[in-house]
């Protein structure tokens, strides 16, 4: 593959090789996300096996909280591929973190329909009362601030995801008390559909 | 039109397979297992269903197309990946009715003679996911999916499938790269996936729309489908309104409906009533339409016929606070996101073009810029493997097209010229990727 001189690929661009986190330390999959794996293979013809590579790094960011250069020889090891494999996917999907994250992974939604709704007035606030820039964790690990492409709920604009779950209608003047709300109540603080009763979509 | 995918998504529980069951849930599917596949594919065919995921291409003749005669299994992919910007249908069809999809995709597995259909959902819908394992789970225990689905003696698995943040991997070949673990770039086609798809295998990738259309089909029948909406374009249409309108959200409607009444009477009309600027009416890859242009039929061939697309069916709405630089800039930002990198002119030229776009509305364009915006979106459309490289060169080509005015006047004033409250107040950071 060829690179233009000119351009700056490092900062985002999903073909490029990033450079694994090395933590230091031997990952392992606990017993049960080592079961859990084998149950999901099974959903895979033998011949399919690789399929299980986005679950299985599912499972180590659930232990893990990110994929470590260890996790992912540990990967290539339990699906029976190389761990270039496993690298080449880690590498370009935007889900799977290469480094410690903040407890909370605050993503705010950039695209044009949210955008239309104050999604950058929405960044901003939340910039300054997290103090951090979007890519950047704080500094006691609580909050990490992101900006993703669209979540496919746009009539919920500004929509923001926090860990795997939503805020929806964040509006920018709100920003700064879902940060205090997140500090205080964790994710109980969020309000997307998810989290009120099941049978949200009454009114 | 009385709703048919949508009739009863407010109604509590009624995700649920009890309340499915007591509105005539999978009597689609027993119908057509007492059909011959060939039969099924016929009756699909005849009620025209064409697909929802953005292409239109009709559904039966998918299935047809689908290699019958091989001893390799075959497969139906449910493509959930949803993230066509503008676009949300399939969020709420799978959060509240999601055994219609099931027995959609039950029925197409027996179309086509397949015993085992994916479904590929992208991984910001766990809260969804959640919804769908859950429902399957009850679905497999009552015996509607599994061995000896209803004691009619035929076997047939549903297994989910979470993908991991790429816009690319609703690509249909993409999709089935990364169902196979891999990175999700499209493949050279031919051959298609109706021959050689997933692991090689002939396979069907249809929308989760499309899929959850099919049993009222089989119910109903073809003709009452297709007398749902125009000529060609018939049944039910979920609609996404986003943007700058008093009520945004899915609507079904038949697709006799006009672009103008779904913006000002189903959805409410423009925020505090200001003046419409221009309309996306298919998702952001489509070209835009004007306040003029609005009085066509909300049908794929109505809005092709005015030069666009009727795409996935999101329609974002723009009000004169939309400053059309700014809007070209947002979504090459998107498109540089996603490009999966494996096409050079797409890969290479979505930067260039969001570099452009930048100088442009920071002021710092000069009139040479805009042949040079129209001279690399016109070196990616149409020179890549899939239609990314299309979508990614349509806004700069579309704005361009309809309001080069404005872009003149960013480059005459050396500033943006329709600057907006709700945008950005401080200048973007260096590190904005
Ligand atoms: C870049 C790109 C992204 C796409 N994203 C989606 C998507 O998110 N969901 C979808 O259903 N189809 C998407 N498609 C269309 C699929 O390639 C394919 O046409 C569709 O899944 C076929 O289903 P249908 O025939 O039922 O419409 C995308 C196409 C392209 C080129
Ligand atoms: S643009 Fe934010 S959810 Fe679609």
New interface residues.
């Given amino acids: 593959?060829?690179f233009?001189p000119k351009?700056d690929y490092r900062?985002?661009?999903?073909?490029?090789r990033k450079m694994p986190y090395d933590d230091g330390k031997v990952f392992a999959y606990e017993p049960d996300n080592r079961a859990r794996l084998e149950d999901i293979a099974k959903?895979?013809?033998p011949?399919?096996r690789?399929?299980?590579?986005?679950?299985a790094?599912?499972l180590v960011q659930r232990q893990l909280g990110y994929i470590s250069l260890s996790s992912m020889q540990h990967v290539a090891e339990a699906?029976g591929?190389t761990a270039a494999?496993v690298e080449?996917?880690v590498s370009?999907?935007?889900?799977?973190y290469t480094r410690p994250m903040g407890k909370f992974v605050v993503q705010v939604c950039?695209?044009?329909?949210c955008?239309?709704?104050?999604a950058?007035?929405v960044?901003?606030e939340l910039t300054t009362a997290l103090g951090i820039?979007?890519?950047d964790t704080d500094s006691t690990g609580t909050f990490t601030l992101m900006?993703?492409?669209?979540?496919?709920?746009?009539?919920?604009?500004p929509l923001v995801?926090v860990n795997?779950?939503?805020h929806e209608c964040l509006q920018p003047e709100d920003a700064k008390k879902l940060a205090d709300d997140l500090r205080a109540r964790g994710e109980d603080a969020l309000t997307?559909?998810?989290h009120q009763s099941?049978?949200r979509?009454?009114g | 039109m009385e709703p048919i995918l949508t009739k009863f998504v407010r109604e509590p529980h009624c995700y649920t397979l009890d309340f499915y069951l007591k509105h005539e849930g999978y009597q689609g599917l027993r119908t057509a297992l007492g059909m011959k596949p060939n039969d099924v594919i016929e009756l699909v065919k005849a009620s025209g269903l064409k697909g929802r995921g953005g292409a239109g291409f009709p559904a039966g003749m998918k299935w047809q197309f689908v290699v019958k005669d091989t001893p390799k299994p075959k497969y139906i992919v449910c493509n959930a990946d949803e993230s066509e910007p503008g676009t949300f249908k399939d969020h709420l069809l799978m959060e509240r009715n999601p055994h219609l999809l099931f027995e959609g995709c039950l029925i197409a597995c027996h179309a086509i003679g397949a015993k085992v259909a994916y479904i590929y959902i992208r991984g910001e819908f766990l809260h969804v996911q959640h919804v769908l394992e859950q429902q399957l789970e009850d679905a497999y225990k009552k015996g509607y999916v599994g061995k000896n689905v209803m004691g009619l003696g035929w076997d047939c698995d549903i297994f989910i499938h979470r993908g991991a943040g790429a816009y690319e991997a609703g690509e249909e070949t993409a999709l089935l790269e990364s169902l196979e673990g891999k990175r999700a770039q499209p493949r050279l086609k031919p051959p298609f996936p109706a021959i050689a798809g997933l692991y090689g295998a002939p396979t069907a990738v249809n929308n989760v729309e499309t899929l959850s259309n099919v049993p009222s089909i089989l119910l109903r029948g073809a003709e009452w489908y297709a007398a749902l909406g125009p000529e060609k374009n018939g049944g039910p249409k979920l609609y996404c309104i986003s943007g700058h309108v008093e009520r945004p959200g899915v609507y079904e409607a038949s697709m006799n409906i006009t672009l103008r009444e779904l913006i000002f009477n189903v959805a409410g009309g423009v925020r505090d009533g200001r003046p419409l600027k221009a309309v996306i009416p298919g998702g952001s890859s489509v070209p835009i339409l004007l306040p003029d242009q609005l009085d066509i039929q909300a049908s794929f061939d109505g809005v092709a016929k005015a030069g666009s697309l009727l795409g996935s069916a999101g329609i974002i709405v723009l009000d004169d606070t939309t400053c059309m630089v700014w809007l070209a800039e947002n979504l090459l930002r998107f498109y540089r996101h996603e490009s999966c990198g494996k096409c050079t002119p797409c890969r290479e030229g979505t930067q260039w073009l969001l570099n452009i776009l930048e100088k442009i509305e920071r002021g710092e364009g000069e009139m040479k810029d805009l042949a040079l915006l129209e001279n690399v979106a016109g070196l990616i459309a149409g020179k890549t493997l899939c239609a990314f490289g299309d979508a990614a060169a349509t806004p700069a080509l579309t704005t361009l097209k309809n309001f080069r005015g404005e872009y003149e006047a960013h480059v005459r004033e050396g500033r943006c010229t329709v600057p907006a409250p709700w945008r950005r107040r401080t200048a973007a950071a260096a590190h904005s990727h």
């Fill in positions: 593959m060829s233009h351009i900062e985002f661009h999903r073909s490029t959903r895979y013809p011949e399919g690789k399929s299980a590579i986005l679950p790094l599912y699906i591929c494999e080449d996917v370009f999907y935007t889900m799977f950039r695209t044009l329909p955008a239309l709704r104050g950058e007035r960044t901003e820039q979007p890519n900006e993703v492409e669209c979540l496919g709920a746009c009539d919920r604009a995801m795997d779950s939503w997307g559909c998810h099941p049978d979509a009454k």
